[in-house]
């Protein structure tokens, strides 16, 4: 129990530090600019965030403002509790575990829908609208995937669903699942292609007119959210802690830092669509393909 | 009532944050705010059904909540008055019919569960409970439950479909006129086209006074 809580915090902070430093590292190489600072800036920059006065708004609705931040981060503690660290250790070992990620996945939209609205202000609260207009049908992506990697394991646990790829991991077995939960965790976070909450087109959407130590907790919680989808990815389609040679938790630490990147890279490489566009998107290609993903999976384990 | 354990001081305390969130969904003045609120009332409700040992219906029920009343609120405020849900508004009507209502229902339901023998048969932790109700759901209960989910989504698309239609102000496929700005005033907002503007559609011209 102290084992899973010590590492799941070192586990967040460490990979919210790692990956603020790996978007600099990958703005630094896509614009040719030394990346020499990359390491402190992400921790200078926070502190900068925290000295900064905080600013507020007419009539915002002070609770969901306050609540906002600390939910979120609440929420990708949560998400990543229920990720075994090594064989047998896990902070959540619930019988129903991608289930309770499925519905960290929800609250974070209730979430970030409550951050913009709360502060009672114009482009925070388009920004919240239209996260929850994409986030939604998103979110339906993730449930066809997680039922279709629930499926070979016959069990709903995550430590079921890792064990159940001792032979081969579930990104070999259901290829369109990892991509479409990295989409998933792109759309969580908010990130590149599917950053419609606090895009640079709505100066910072939902976090337009925050500042101060409550900016600061915002981006941390999209970071830990971020290490959480990295985790949860690792866990369900790369077998987690499971590998030859190294202990496990070092694995999944290897395989988080991969996801990381794959996610970071995809943030900086790939432009948005429009928003419209992309709600056409997700729900005439990638809801079908989701769905088709997790009927190819059950012919396949009933032949 | 001998020994009080955590488990029943876990369920007096979200059961009375069941009920004391489910009352302010009637006491505050917006639409998002008594969405959130129902939300906070269903969660303390899925805490109850955890300490049941119900883990699959404890845990969906917060699922299903969450992304219902998201839903709930979005579309409260596309139909409603209200832009952005928070302007003050009332949220309740016709009082005494819902007051009477309530007190009836309350003391049915209380009457129910003091009348009738409740089991009390604690489930074996070792039972497989989650693949059961995956069995009652695609075995025997299959037929009820696909009705009954059916017969949900045809209801609420019907139900956006009855309310899109009249807008507002009359019809909203016929180009529908808000009131004055004063009582008899010219229409707030934008003017609609021309007489001639029906047959061409793509051509929106503003007028400034």
Not at chain 1, 264 to 271: D, I, K, S
Not at chain 2, 136 to 152: D, R, Y
Request: glycine share 8%; aromatic share 6%.
């Amino acid at each position: 129990m102290t084992t899973a809580l010590l590492s799941l915090a070192a586990l967040l902070l460490g990979g919210a530090w790692m990956a603020a430093v790996m978007d600099r590292l990958a703005v630094a190489w896509i614009s040719g600019r030394p990346a020499a600072r990359a390491f402190v800036e992400p921790l200078a920059r926070a502190a900068g965030l925290l000295l900064r006065q905080p600013v507020t708004t007419e009539r915002p609705d002070a609770t969901g403002r306050v609540l906002a931040p600390a939910l979120y981060l609440a929420l990708a503690a949560i998400g990543l509790s229920v990720v075994p660290v090594a064989e047998g250790v896990v902070l959540t070992d619930l019988s129903t575990g991608i289930v309770l990620w499925g519905a960290c996945e929800a609250l974070t939209v209730v979430v970030v829908f409550l951050h913009g609205w709360s502060a009672n202000a114009p482009l925070p609260l388009i920004g919240a609208y239209r996260y929850v207009a994409i986030a939604l049908p998103t979110l339906l992506l993730s449930m066809f995937v997680l039922i279709a990697a629930a499926l070979p394991a016959e069990s709903l646990s995550v430590t079921a669903i890792v064990d159940s790829q001792r032979e081969v991991w579930n990104v070999v077995r259901q290829p369109p699942g990892l991509v479409l939960f990295l989409m998933l965790g792109l759309a969580l976070t908010f990130r590149g292609p599917f950053d419609y909450a606090d895009p640079e087109d709505l100066a910072g959407g939902t976090a337009a007119e925050t500042s101060g130590p409550a900016r600061a907790a915002w981006q941390a919680a999209r970071l830990c959210m971020l290490v959480a989808v990295a985790g949860m990815a690792s866990a369900v389609f790369l077998g987690g802690p499971l590998g030859p040679w190294l202990p496990g938790p070092l694995w999944l630490v290897l395989k988080m830092v991969a996801v990381l990147a794959l996610l970071v890279a995809a943030t900086h490489l790939l432009a948005r669509l429009p928003p419209s566009r992309m709600l056409t998107a997700l729900w005439v290609v990638l809801l079908p393909a989701a769905f088709l993903d997790l009927v190819l999976v059950g012919v396949e384990l009933l032949l | 009532m001998m020994g009080f354990t955590a488990t029943d001081a876990l369920f007096a305390a979200l059961s009375l944050a069941a009920v004391v969130a489910g009352w302010r969904v009637f006491a505050t003045d917006s639409m998002v705010r008594a969405s959130f609120l129902l939300l906070l009332s269903f969660l303390a409700v899925a805490g109850i059904l955890l300490l049941l040992a119900a883990p699959y219906i404890g845990i969906a029920t917060i699922f299903m909540m969450a992304v219902e009343m998201m839903v709930m609120a979005v579309f409260m405020v596309m139909f409603m008055m209200n832009p952005a849900g928070l302007n003050p508004m009332m949220m309740v009507h016709q009082h005494r019919l819902s007051i009477a209502a309530g007190v009836i229902a309350f003391l049915g339901l209380s009457a129910a569960v003091l009348l009738s023998d409740l089991p009390d048969d604690p489930v074996d932790p070792a039972r497989p409970v989650v693949r059961d109700l995956g069995h009652e759901l695609l075995g025997p209960s299959m037929l009820v439950f696909e009705t009954a989910g059916i017969t949900l989504l045809a209801t609420m698309i019907a139900a956006v479909v009855l309310a899109s239609r009249p807008g507002r102000y009359g019809p909203s496929d016929e180009g529908s006129r808000p009131p004055g700005l004063v009582p008899g005033g010219e229409p707030a907002g934008r003017k609609p086209e021309d007489d001639q503007g029906e047959g061409g559609g793509h051509h929106h011209h503003h007028h400034h006074h």
